[in-house]
């Protein structure tokens, strides 16, 4: 490049950190400056539409058990858009509305919310033997266990009894409480439970699981493998992802068949 240019290769270097820094100081203007509590405007709100509608369609027509099908197709999209897109914070909408894949810093500005309901939530890993490295990864998850629900899965992740499913000591897991890791987990949709009948849990629970899927995928949160994993990450809207995260999910929870009530309790399993 310094060739073409006619100019020094130390010149070139020195001009690229500036004009890189120049873009991190106008980006991060840029957020500051933006009321991310605004509610969408038309545009936005056709944008988040669409993808959701995209998004959903393409799960329907994937790697998903005969139960799942069926949840999938009882109601319309348009039915599962009115479900769904309400229960989401207007910050995140605006994130899954934009042009370009949220930042790091974006996504750790979010709430948490050490609520005992149901819902969707994420949190930021980084790799152990490269602490200077700027990739992060992204693991997102639900929280559907009665009697623990978002406030317990946090604790259940603090006590490394539960998570991704790679080698524990690859990764520095970003808790809330202060020990020996540093950040957040991060709220997406939170669903309350209008009452303890064991169809209502359930419907809620079946909610929250496809919320967690289509959001997993909306946010490139599946880990690029193979198959299915690889069909769901490129249903990402900023496919092929650019930013300074990747996916940590290793499974679409529609490919496994939800377990009864009944089960749950006989197995002690959680999400």
């Not at 999938?72 to 309400?86: E, F, G, H, N, Q």
């Not at 540093?182 to 669903?191: A, D, E, I, M, R």
């Not at 650019?242 to 009944?262: F, I, M, Q, V």
């Amino acid at each position: 490049m310094a060739e073409k240019l006619g100019r020094k290769v130390k010149s070139v270097a020195e001009r690229l950190r500036y004009m890189r820094a120049q873009y991190r100081v106008s980006t991060s203007k840029d957020e500051e400056s933006r009321n991310w509590h605004d509610e969408l405007d038309d545009n936005e709100h056709a944008v988040l539409e669409e993808r959701f509608y995209r998004i959903l369609q393409e799960l329907r027509e994937g790697n998903i058990t005969n139960s799942w099908k069926c949840v999938l197709t009882s109601i319309s999209t348009r039915d599962w858009a009115a479900k769904l897109l309400p229960l989401i914070p207007i910050r995140v909408k605006h994130m899954l509305a934009s042009p370009r894949q949220p930042t790091v810093s974006e996504l750790k500005a979010l709430e948490w919310k050490d609520t005992s309901s149901m819902g969707v939530y994420f949190w930021i890993l980084q790799k152990l033997h490269n602490p200077m490295s700027e990739e992060s990864h992204i693991y997102v998850g639900s929280a559907t266990k009665y009697g623990w629900e978002l406030a317990g899965r946090q604790l259940q992740h603090e006590r490394h009894e539960a998570g991704p499913k790679l080698p524990r000591r690859v990764y520095n897991l970003k808790t809330r409480k202060r020990r020996n890791w540093t950040g957040n987990f991060h709220t997406l949709p939170v669903v309350d439970r209008i009452s303890d009948e064991s169809q209502e849990v359930m419907q809620i629970r079946r909610l929250v699981i496809v919320a967690e899927v289509i959001l997993t995928t909306w946010l490139g949160g599946f880990w690029v493998d193979r198959g299915e994993q690889q069909r769901l990450h490129s249903l990402c809207p900023w496919h092929p992802i650019t930013g300074n995260y990747c996916g940590l999910c290793s499974h679409s929870p529609l490919s496994l068949d939800y377990p009864t009530l009944a089960e749950q309790a006989k197995s002690g399993d959680c999400d």
